[in-house]
């Protein structure tokens, strides 16, 4: 494990690595300043916006409803299913 770690830091940018202490969800405040999300507040994964703010990856997904979610735990399940599909198909890395 050791040896995989080192590997991958190694072929990671500092931007990838900066991206992985990141989580999607932030305060509701900031959220709602953001611009650009990558997800409308219905849960709606919005590719085209995931590749600016998601280009470079994402560290995790917590507690949606910090937000003010407005689905349930399917929805939510869909949504974070959808944004680590794209992630793993459209950034730089493979992560086995």
Known sequence: MDQRVEDLLARMT????????ESVWRTKDLC??????????KG???PDSAKITLKNGIGRFPDPARIQWNGG?????ELTNAIQKWVK????LEFR
Do not use: G, H, Y
């Open 32 to 41: 709602e300043r953001r611009s650009r999300l990558s997800w409308t507040r």
């Open 73 to 77: 735990p399917r929805e939510m399940a």
């Open 44 to 46: 709606v994964f919005l």
């Open 14 to 21: 500092l931007e990838e690595k900066l991206a992985q202490i």
């Open 89 to 92: 198909e459209n950034t730089r």
